[in-house]
């Protein structure tokens, strides 16, 4: 296994922030930013995940699961990025089914799957960014 030796460039979103810690693309990241730091949580890359949706087609809809592991091996490095990539589509799918009727919990395992079937890109969105705002304990609804 080879360790990852260096930190990759930080990322922005749409609204020019970084995605780890929320600074203005003009501004330095702060100093516990993952992209200073190098640890890279699961809120991280679902922020991360949503500029690769596009780059992940699935025939129908879009392969959110493909973006969500391409953005943990472009952040974290292959050795880490399955078990991350995990961590992440888990905390979308807890999102996903608190946010669909009860019966969703019954395809637990599915949602984020169907998701990417069905949902538009803005919807995608703000699935991941409400997803990575639960999972850092914040209420994605005040975000």
Excluded at 22 to 49: K, M, N, Q, W, Y
């Amino acid at each position: 296994m080879t360790q990852r030796t260096t930190i990759p460039a930080r990322e922005i979103n749409h609204n020019d922030e970084c995605v780890g810690c929320g600074a203005h693309f003009a501004d330095p990241c702060h100093p516990e930013c993952p992209f200073e730091t190098g640890t890279f949580s699961p809120a991280v890359i679902l922020r991360a995940a949503n500029r690769r949706v596009r780059n992940h087609p699935a025939g129908v809809g879009y392969d959110i699961a493909g973006a969500i592991f391409a953005a943990a091996v472009d952040l974290a490095g292959n050795d880490q990025a399955q078990a991350l990539a995990d961590e992440a589509r888990q905390a979308l799918a807890d999102y996903l089914v608190g946010q669909w009727p009860p019966k969703a919990e019954a395809i637990r395992n599915q949602v984020v799957y169907r998701h990417g079937l069905f949902a538009q890109l803005t919807e995608i969105g703000t699935s991941l960014y409400g997803a990575a705002d639960q999972h850092d304990g914040n209420d994605p609804d005040d975000c």
